[in-house]
């Protein structure tokens, strides 16, 4: 089933495509200013109201650093009994350099509660300060 935009969803837009589009836009390279901006467009990540047939579960596997990577992991809360779904595996946009997959988490929702398939979404780490690819020595 594809996804569609709303009718008015240019009009909802319209003020986010402006702060990039408008006079005084960060420059190319300043990703601090467009990380801010980026973040507040999207707000703070509270708690979400979901339907009451979606839950959120917050997975976590380490890293070979250490580094506790989360997985949000958006389902149903009745699931099949065979235990088999369909899954999508969200890549929340954000560059590699802002947002998150917890600002995601209120639209992954909302994906599910209508399409009925989970949703896996990775936490990962923002450039610049962590770089990618990682040197070769380094793996």
């Known amino acids: 089933m594809p996804l569609k935009y709303g009718y008015n969803w ?29 973040e507040v467009l999207f707000g703070k990540t509270g708690a979400v109201n979901f339907p009451p047939e979606i839950e959120h579960i917050v997975h976590h596997a380490e890293a070979e650093d250490g580094h506790q990577v989360a997985i949000h992991h958006v389902p149903q809360r009745v699931r099949p009994s065979t235990g088999k779904c369909p899954a999508t595996v969200h890549v929340y946009g954000g560059g590699y350099f802002s947002c998150s997959a ?23 780490r923002l450039a610049p300060e962590n770089p990618f690819p990682v040197p070769l020595e380094d793996c």
């Open 102 to 124: 917890a600002s995601m988490v209120a639209a992954m929702g909302m994906y599910v509660s209508k399409t009925r398939v989970r949703m896996l979404s990775i936490e990962y």
């Open 10 to 38: 240019a009009e909802l837009a319209a003020p986010a495509i402006r702060q990039f589009t408008e006079p005084g836009k960060a420059a190319a390279g300043d990703w601090k200013t467009r990380r801010t901006r980026i």
